[in-house]
């Protein structure tokens, strides 16, 4: 079984054609993605309209490259999948009525896909895990700890109360002139600080529900900057290790949090998956690691280029649902706001 | 040739499917829509081509409209023909929204200058002027009306296209002549078709023309001062 994925529902185009393997997992026959990372960065943050139109501009011959990569047509294809949200509607739009446009004329099924549903299931794609597990998705735009019980069936234990953590890592460098996007910068930069230097709150620790808060460390970060300003190449570093350090404790506590919510509903996982651009954190991989090891989890992270957006994921979670028999048609809307758990109360203003 | 032709630019999401050599389209339908043009252009692509004898595979070139207009309206169409000549391996044909509206008042026998006009918001429009026979008088252009007035001289004009009442009225204050004859909220579909085919795949590509950048700024702000 093959099918085309494609993903635009940020900043990042991308086309990849995934195979089913009949023992479980898949294999990825193409992996093509365009990022518009340098279209954004004078902007400090993704512009929608900018988004939109570089979508447009790569999409056709971003999926005609995929195909030739994997030494396929669209004649072949068993399905086409596009992330159908939740994400910037402009861009949202541009993928799904791509994929919808060639379903249609190559008479194949349609299969819209939500985006965080694809971050989920991408360890069964690269490890074949089995459901029930854990998920803990930390990205730019989210933030949450999910049961994945299954196809479609979420329950989402915990989420962010205000920022996403990888948005917090953005805003941390923002303020300290680092590039966009920020986290890779505030890694590098930590590296050479020292965590124990600036005593910044650790928000949410201990607390019995599983999510999270980042709006004050935020803060904090910019009052203990402000306090020291003009800020030395030392500060820098110093700033940006502490703030790592009150992130990796904050996500370990958080974690254990939504492994006991886990526990009293389902028993014990079958692992614990860690997707989004933030996993990528070699110190926040570590510290993961070793709580995993602790708690007797086995712990899958994807491959950085399968934590962060790509069309691998797409195409996967396409292959999953049309096993299943779940497809769409061509009059499924774009939705800006799609949550995984239809059943969890929406965040106030939380990046959920 | 038979070619499919995608309008969503504007008030309205339309296809039809014109062969070569005939007046008339063998399918068409167009719904009049302010929004919700990306929901409804592929269930009516799909009843088009339902219509059409042989479907997508009779199909020879696709034609879209590439704006002026709505930018989400455009991708819409764009996306959709781009895709579709992708999976049946057609060439695909960028169209202008304000040829497409004013190719109806050059087809006829008339002498006035015909003036396409898009309303852009903000008091400005999008317009171009054609002279009889079809000759663009000038690009496209996106100004105030009260400078497209000037810009496009002393008539008569006839104008088509959902800025073309505030652009008369605006040319009339001036005492110039101008008439509102032609469609008001979308191109005719067979006129896209039709442009469409005497297009050259070579240079009518089929890219955006969105006539305004995106409204963003830079933002420097909330960054602390470094030694
Ligand atoms: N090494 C790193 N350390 C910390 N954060 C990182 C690192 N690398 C990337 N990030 C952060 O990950 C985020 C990008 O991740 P990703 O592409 O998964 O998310 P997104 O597209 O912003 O959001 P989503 O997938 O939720 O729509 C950015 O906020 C970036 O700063």
């Keep these: 079984m093959d099918v085309l994925g494609i993903e635009t529902t940020c900043d990042e185009t991308a086309a990849a054609v995934v195979r089913m393997r009949p023992e479980g997992g898949g294999d990825i026959l193409s992996n093509e993605i365009s ?3 340098a279209e954004h960065a004078a902007y400090g943050g993704v512009v929608p309209e900018i988004a939109a139109r570089a979508h447009l501009e790569v999409i056709d011959r971003l999926i005609a490259r995929a195909l030739d990569a994997a030494g396929t047509t669209l004649r072949r294809l068993d399905a086409i999948a596009a992330a159908a949200g939740p994400g910037l509607v402009g861009g949202v739009i541009v993928g799904l009525t791509t994929a919808k446009a060639l379903a249609l004329a190559a008479r194949k099924p349609f299969i819209a896909v939500n985006h965080l549903e694809a971050h989920a299931l991408t360890a069964r794609l690269t ?9 803990l998705l930390v990205s730019g735009g989210h933030t949450q700890l999910v049961a994945v019980n299954g196809v479609g069936d979420y329950s989402r234990l915990g989420t962010t109360l205000d920022d996403a953590v990888g948005e917090a890592f953005d805003k941390v460098a923002k303020m300290l002139g680092l590039p966009y996007p920020g986290g890779p910068h505030v890694e590098r930069e930590a590296l050479k600080g020292n965590p124990t230097r600036f005593d910044l709150p650790r928000p949410m620790l201990g607390r019995p529900a599983a999510d999270f808060s980042l709006s004050g460390l935020k ?42 919510a886990f526990r009293e509903r389902k028993g014990h996982p079958e692992a614990f998956v860690v997707a989004g651009g933030v996993a990528s954190n070699a110190a926040i991989r570590r510290a993961i690691a070793r709580f995993a090891g602790e708690a007797g989890l086995r712990l899958v992270i994807p491959p950085p280029n399968l934590c962060t957006d790509n069309g691998a994921m ?39 | 040739m038979q070619i499919l032709a995608i309008d969503t630019a504007l008030g309205a999401a339309s296809a039809c499917v014109l062969m070569q050599g005939q007046a008339e389209p063998v399918a068409g339908e ?10 409804a252009l592929l269930p009516l692509v799909d009843r088009v081509m339902a219509r059409v004898e042989g479907g997508f595979d009779a199909l020879s070139r696709i034609a879209v409209t590439i704006g002026p207009g709505s930018f989400t309206g ?10 579709i000549g992708l999976a049946c391996a057609v060439p695909v044909v960028g169209v202008s929204v304000l040829a497409s509206l004013a190719a109806p008042l050059f087809a006829e026998n008339e002498t006035s200058v015909a003036v396409a006009v898009v309303d852009a918001r903000h008091g400005n429009i999008y317009f171009q002027p054609f002279a009889p026979g079809g000759r663009a008088l000038s690009p496209p252009r996106l100004s105030s009306l009260r400078d497209a007035v000037r810009w ?18 605006e040319a009339q204050n001036f005492g110039l002549r101008a008439d509102v004859v032609g469609a008001l909220s979308a191109p005719e579909i067979a006129f896209v078709a039709r442009l469409g085919l005497i297009s050259d795949p070579e240079t009518a590509l089929p890219r955006p023309l969105y006539l ?16």
């Design chain 2, 30 to 39: 167009t719904l009049l829509m302010e929004r919700g043009h990306a929901e």
């Design chain 1, 219 to 260: 803060t904090a970060v910019r009052i203990e900057a402000e306090r020291v300003a003009p800020l030395t190449a030392t500060d820098v570093g110093d700033l940006c290790a502490s703030f790592q350090a009150a992130i990796i404790d904050l996500i370990v506590d958080r974690a254990r949090a939504g492994l006991r």
């Design chain 1, 127 to 135: 490890d074949g895990v089995n459901f029930p597990y854990l998920l």
């Design chain 1, 314 to 352: 797409i195409a996967w979670t396409g292959i999953e649902r049309l096993r299943l028999g779940l497809i769409d048609d061509m009059t499924f809307a774009a939705r800006p706001r799609w949550p995984l758990d239809t059943n969890a109360e929406p965040v106030q203003h939380g990046k959920a």
């Design chain 2, 74 to 83: 455009i991708r819409v169409g764009l996306s959709a023909a781009r895709a």
């Design chain 2, 152 to 169: 496009i001289g002393a008539g008569p004009f006839r104008m088509a296209g959902p800025g073309a009442r505030a652009l008369a009225a």
């Design chain 1, 35 to 37: 990022s518009q990372v």
């Design chain 2, 212 to 227: 305004k950048p995106p409204d963003a700024r830079p933002q420097d702000d909330g960054r602390i001062a470094r030694v």
